[in-house]
């Protein structure tokens, strides 16, 4: 089960205006991060989802949208 920390970052993913969608892989501690509503989007992943700081998420999300 996903911390609070991971919980967060989720939500804050989800609640964006651009449509994305997130998922966390606890095995490898990696949130990967997609266009919700398109089956083959492109998609990234945040690795050390538990560790990561807000500083590392906006870079993950600013350069996904900007691909």
Not at 19 to 37: C, F, H, Q
Not at 52 to 67: I, K, N, P, S, Y
Request: aromatic letters at 8%; hydrophobic letters at 45%; zero cysteines.
């Amino acid at each position: 089960m996903p911390n609070e920390h991971v919980l967060r970052i989720i939500r804050l993913i989800h609640n964006r205006p651009e449509g994305l969608t997130a998922a966390y892989d606890a095995a490898t501690d990696r949130i990967r991060v997609e266009w919700a509503d398109f089956p083959f989007s492109p998609s990234t992943g945040l690795l050390n989802a538990s560790a990561a700081t807000d500083e590392q998420v906006g870079t993950m999300l600013q350069r996904f949208l900007h691909a």
